[in-house]
């Protein structure tokens, strides 16, 4: 059901603080139409709910969750364990635990070590949750009332976003400067892409959701909230922003028009009328790395999906919190799949401020292109300021995956791969 009461009375809002802010001035807009979910954001009270819903899931999904787990492969494994490095005794924290492909292998390279394993996804949590049972810490033993009770695990499971990922680990007892190492592997997992409930895949029809935190929140907006709610210059300024998308005046409108006649509310939906936009030859006309044929409508789906869930903002808020739970010498791993992604990433390490100042030119064209529908802005020279440096690049250049990686595991053929140990 579409939660428009909710969605029209904060998008107005949220969308004129986002467009003058521009997209890296980060944590600015996004925080209102995201209220909802820091009115959740109660750990005392929402603990128990979280875990009991978390645990319905697993018991009525164990076996999907099993059939996934051996269907995933995890990008660029062996590049993410070697700049990880485990060693005996060391903690890690896994941001983006999925369906623990990484875990696994970091486990595998180094099994006497304590590894918190977070995500948003109360599908992972529930697999987190199971493979914790796998890896019990025997060694660890404390001693309560005279009993001797083995209380610690190797894979601690935590369920939560990036921007609470610090009050997860304070409460789970993980001091600031303590963990050996930080993994977040970006984007969208293959686990939502392969349930067309999610409604993430453009291939597979199911609802307009693209919730990755599922239906922890119900007052979020999903992605049919977005389509049927905002405006059509909202609609084009998403497009072009999170999808970089050049057609984005044009899909829009055809958003518009074909909403005017029913709700937008499936995604095959959305995708033909994307695809109707275009004549027909157009529809598969763009190329994806492996020189495949890309559907139209996927620049599409990752706006809508980025804006859904607040997805720049929270990485900007977890590269900041593995930077302030990692001691020094503490390694950072991070797995992106798009530009947005990477850049932000890049810019985080080599120190370049994300502030108002630097990102000028760039809020000037977003401001000007969706309010004026004009591409002239303000040409001043902007000057980019450096933060003290923090981080020291264990790879000068960014990894990408080797040819046999992208065949076994074509979803991974855009990964891009960033490392740095903190000073």
């Known amino acids: 059901m579409l939660r428009y009461p909710y969605f029209c009375r904060t998008y107005k809002e949220f969308l004129s603080c986002w467009l003058e802010a521009g997209i890296f001035n980060l944590g600015v807009g996004p925080k209102q139409i995201h209220a909802t979910a820091e009115r959740y954001d109660e750990y005392e009270t929402q603990e128990q709910t979280d875990q009991t819903g978390a645990h319905e899931f697993h018991r009525s999904q164990d076996r999907d969750s099993e059939a996934m787990t051996k269907l995933h492969i995890p990008v660029m494994v062996d590049e993410v364990v070697r700049c990880l490095a485990p060693q005996k005794g060391q903690v890690f924290l896994d941001m983006t635990f999925g369906s623990g492909g990484h875990t696994r292998a970091i486990l595998q390279k180094e099994s006497d070590i304590t590894l918190y394993a977070l995500d948003r996804d109360p599908t992972a949590y529930a697999i987190a949750e199971q493979l914790s049972k796998l890896y019990p810490h025997t060694s660890e033993i404390l001693q309560v009332h005279f009993q001797t009770t083995a209380i610690n695990k190797q894979i601690r499971a935590m369920l939560g976003q990036f921007s609470q990922a610090e009050g997860l680990l304070m409460k789970a007892g993980v001091q600031p400067g303590t963990l050996d190492g930080v993994l ?66 044009k899909i829009a409108s055809a958003i518009v028009q074909a909403r005017s006649i029913y709700p937008i509310t499936r995604t095959q939906q959305l995708a033909s009328i994307v695809a109707g936009a275009f004549p027909p030859s157009a529809v598969y006309a763009r190329k994806d790395l492996l020189q495949r044929s890309s559907h139209i409508a996927t620049k599409t789906f990752q706006a809508f999906r980025i804006f859904v869930n607040n997805e720049l903002n929270e990485l900007y808020t977890g590269l900041k919190t593995a930077q302030k739970f990692l001691r020094p010498g503490g390694r950072l791993v991070a797995l992106s799949f798009h530009s947005l992604e990477d850049r932000i990433v890049k810019r985080f390490l080599l120190g370049i401020s994300m502030t108002e100042r630097f990102n000028l030119s760039v809020r000037q064209k977003v401001t000007q292109a969706s309010q004026l529908g004009s591409g002239h802005g303000n040409k001043e020279g902007v000057s980019i300021r450096r933060a003290p440096l923090m981080w020291e690049l264990i790879h000068k250049k960014v990894l990408t995956p080797e040819d046999q990686d992208i065949q076994d595991n074509p979803r991974g053929r855009s990964a891009k791969l960033r490392a740095a140990i903190k000073l």
């Open 184 to 249: 977040l592997d970006l984007g969208c997992s293959s686990m939502q892409l392969d349930a067309p409930e999610r409604g993430f895949s453009l291939r597979k029809d199911g609802p307009l959701d693209m919730r990755m935190d599922g239906g922890r929140y119900p007052d979020m907006p999903t992605a049919a909230d977005v389509v049927n709610a905002l405006d059509q210059q909202a609609l084009a300024s998403i497009l072009r922003t999170y999808g970089e998308e050049r057609h984005a005046k």
